[in-house]
């Protein structure tokens, strides 16, 4: 069953925005395994998705780049994307990049953040460091909106209630 989390966890666009409130708000999840033990899990795959993307990155990019089609048309525009965000990367370091893989937005997460990181050329140990906080950003933001919604403090009608609760158990757990 904890398996279903995990692989929640590395969906991409999902990650453990999705997996915490279906550990949160899933019965089956919620009476059979401790809460504490079903966010961490999902902190450690989430975690765990960064690094194996930011690993995978460059065999990706040396098997593209031998593609001629790739080298002249794409990777002129990512190099320069790379060069207009290297001030950042120099400015705001890895708090920027945590930040960017901490706030729950489409387009943001581990996925995005180890890709970025690869791209703007950060070494391996000031992406895991970056990609550790922002996953803990996420992870805290995430369960403090799951811990919110279950106490009773966002109201019935709500439309983050009916987002976060309506459906959310993945087929065949009802």
């Known amino acids: 069953m904890l398996a279903i989390l995990v692989a929640l966890t590395f ?3 999902l990650e453990l925005r999705a997996s915490i409130p279906v550990a949160f708000f899933t019965p089956i999840f919620r009476d059979e395994w401790s809460l504490y033990l079903m966010i ?4 450690v795959a989430n975690i765990a998705v960064g690094v194996i993307t ?3 990155m460059r065999p990706v990019e040396q098997l593209l780049r031998k593609w001629e089609w790739f080298e002249r048309n794409l990777w002129p525009r990512i190099a320069r994307g790379q060069e207009k965000l290297h001030p950042y990367v120099e400015k705001y370091g890895e708090w920027g990049l945590a930040l960017f893989i901490g706030i729950p937005l489409p387009g943001t997460g581990s996925y995005t953040g ?4 690869y791209l703007l050329g950060f070494d391996r140990r000031r992406f895991w460091i970056a990609n550790a906080l922002g996953v803990a950003i996420a992870c805290i933001a ?3 909106l799951c811990l919110l919604i279950d106490q009773g403090f966002v109201a019935e009608e709500s439309l983050l ?3 976060f609760l309506k459906n959310i158990s993945p087929p065949g757990l009802e």
């Open 11 to 13: 969906v991409p666009g």
């Open 40 to 43: 961490a899990l999902c902190f």
């Open 54 to 56: 930011f690993w995978l």
């Open 114 to 117: 180890g890709f970025g990181a």
């Open 142 to 144: 995430v369960t403090a």
């Open 161 to 163: 209630r009916k987002v």
